[in-house]
């Protein structure tokens, strides 16, 4: 059974190097424009707060997060957008409080969650381990957002083999949101990490692979930059297929990023 510990402590990690970005912003900095279309700064802020919440209900109270998933499967394609938009109209300050105290019940919760239990989720249901995994990922991509949206460069640390961890054990979840059938074969991914070590997925031997840059690999299953302006190879066709429609979040699939001009 795996130590949530190193997991939950590179959440905070990666929540407080966002939360320097944001800490000091002006009104006029709440309300620049990110990558996401019709999304400011403040609806990133206000989405991270929003699914922490939610994540929070999961762990502590199953039977309302379960009202919330009912509610959010009446209108599958706008609760989202609803729940930033609802955020982003509070006030800054009261919007950073609020996504800083949330995210700290959350770190508690998961901190003191019983070994070996298992929280409901949009997707299946998750082990401490795997909702911090996932909150970190959320957390990396709408940070990336921001840091566009301020011109800012994020350089990325070796955390992000959790990204790229559940990227990879999200295939069959991004192939069925697709209405396609799972490759009945694993594949095997090799990625090279910020530091420079192989991170290696799959059985070595597997006939279908996807080699790059660590860094690459998780901005494509968080959908935060195309496949053709990334320097990721697949070898066989169903993981050529995987790179077209992978992404590591729960839901419906993701329109994603289009390609920058000039693209190959």
């Given at each position: 059974m795996a130590d949530p510990t190193p997991v939950i402590?590179?959440?905070?990690?990666?929540?407080?190097?966002?939360?320097?970005?944001?800490?000091?912003?002006?009104?006029?900095?709440?309300?620049?424009?990110?990558?996401?279309?019709?999304?400011?700064?403040?609806?990133?802020?206000?989405?991270?707060?929003?699914?922490?919440?939610?994540?929070?209900?999961?762990?502590?109270?199953?039977?309302?997060?379960?009202?919330?998933?009912?509610?959010?499967?009446?209108?599958?394609?706008?609760?989202?957008?609803?729940?930033?938009?609802?955020?982003?109209?509070?006030?800054?300050a009261e919007l950073l409080s609020t996504w800083r105290e949330g995210r700290a019940a959350l770190d508690r919760s998961l901190r003191a969650a019983p070994p070996g239990a298992r929280f409901p989720w949009y997707g299946p249901p998750m082990s401490a381990a795997s909702m911090a995994t996932a909150r970190l990922m959320e957390t990396w991509a709408h940070a990336l957002d921001v840091a566009d949206a301020l011109g800012v460069v994020r350089h990325p640390s070796d955390r992000l083999r959790h990204v790229a961890r559940l990227g990879v054990r999200t295939r069959d979840f991004a192939f069925g949101a697709h209405g396609l059938t799972p490759p009945a074969e694993e594949f095997r991914v090799e990625l090279t990490a910020p530091s420079g070590a192989l991170w290696a997925f799959g059985p070595e031997d597997a006939p279908q692979r996807v080699t790059g840059p660590a860094l690459d690999f998780c901005l494509l299953v968080t959908q935060r930059a195309h496949r053709a302006d990334l320097d990721l190879r697949a070898e066989g066709p169903d993981a050529g297929r995987w790179l077209d429609l992978a992404q590591a979040f729960a839901g419906p699939p993701g329109t994603g990023r289009p390609p920058k001009e000039g693209s190959r």
């Open positions: 402590d590179d959440l905070r990690a990666e929540s407080e190097e966002l939360d320097l970005l944001v800490a000091e912003l002006s009104a006029e900095q709440w309300g620049l424009a990110t990558p996401a279309p019709g999304w400011t700064v403040a609806h990133q802020i206000a989405h991270l707060a929003w699914t922490d919440r939610s994540a929070l209900l999961a762990v502590t109270d199953a039977d309302a997060f379960r009202a919330l998933v009912e509610k959010a499967l009446t209108r599958p394609d706008s609760f989202v957008d609803e729940g930033a938009e609802e955020g982003a109209r509070l006030p800054t």
